[in-house]
């Protein structure tokens, strides 16, 4: 696989042992200072999701991308919310190597590896379980795009990747995820929809930091609901019409887009 983002070379990313030994080698320790700002960057993202009710126990994560070194932060695998404390984030490599830290990361890691790869720019991914954007992960299904709420966020639908082949989930799977992903985005850009329903599984959200990655589930789940609710009230409804995507996704994301305060 062509991996998109350039991964940057002229540093090597040191064990904890060697971080450390460079406190005392030389007093620059801005890898350890690095690490300690995305653990804490991807810790605070992390605890965002059960304070905004998109997931419960141990479910979901949250990685926080640092591109010096190439390397993010991500949640230990099944330690609940409530014990998570900043220095049990773990710290991998882009091959999923872990660089700091003592615990097992999520077991989504190497899906994370393949969207940082293939995807420059991301700095933060958001994987959940929520419950309006699963039903329809297992409807296999993409989010209709109904109305200007959506149409504020995204001009399309909500993709969902196609179902895993048996050979995919035999092999590694969750490297096989993250590959049906970019599959998905074949013929759509990542910068502008930044969410996709995994068939079967549950959604990914991605963005320029952990933050605006969690904030995407969040807009991601009430899109869910709304397009639910909306099929539930008249099941005939059908596609917004173009004039109205393009007039609230362009004046929110256009070139002359004018929502907010300057
Ligand atoms: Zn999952």
Redesign the pocket.
């Given at each position: 696989m062509n991996f998109a983002r350039k991964i940057n070379k002229n540093s090597e990313i040191n064990s904890d042992k060697g971080a450390l030994a460079c406190i005392y080698e030389n007093g620059d320790c801005d890898k350890m200072s690095l690490y300690k700002s995305i653990k804490e960057k991807a810790w605070e993202a992390n605890m965002q999701l059960p304070a905004s009710g998109l997931v419960v126990h141990t479910f979901g994560n949250v990685s926080a991308f640092e591109e010096k070194h190439s390397c993010f932060a991500i949640k230990p695998s099944g330690v609940p919310y409530n014990i998570l404390k900043p220095e049990d984030m773990i710290i991998v490599d882009l091959e999923g190597k872990i660089v700091s830290g003592k615990l097992r990361p999520s077991s989504?890691t190497k899906t994370h590896c393949v969207l940082y790869k293939n995807f420059p720019g991301i700095n933060g991914i958001c994987?959940t379980?929520s419950t309006y954007a699963v039903a329809w992960a297992q409807a296999m299904q993409p989010i209709p795009i109904l109305g200007t709420t959506h149409a504020d966020h995204l001009a399309t639908d909500v993709p969902c990747t196609e179902v895993m082949t048996d050979q995919s989930i035999r092999g590694d799977y969750e490297e096989e995820t993250g590959k049906q992903i970019l599959q998905a985005f074949n013929k759509l850009s990542y910068n502008e929809v930044e969410m996709v329903l995994v068939a079967g599984?549950?959604p990914f959200t991605w963005g320029a930091s952990a933050e605006k990655a969690v904030y995407n589930s969040i807009v991601l789940e009430e899109l869910a609901k709304m397009a639910i609710l909306t099929l539930q009230v008249s099941p005939g409804s059908t596609r917004l019409k173009e004039a109205l995507i393009k007039k609230h996704y362009d004046r929110k994301h256009g070139s002359n887009a004018y929502y907010g305060q300057k």
């Open positions: 989504d994987h379980h599984h549950g």
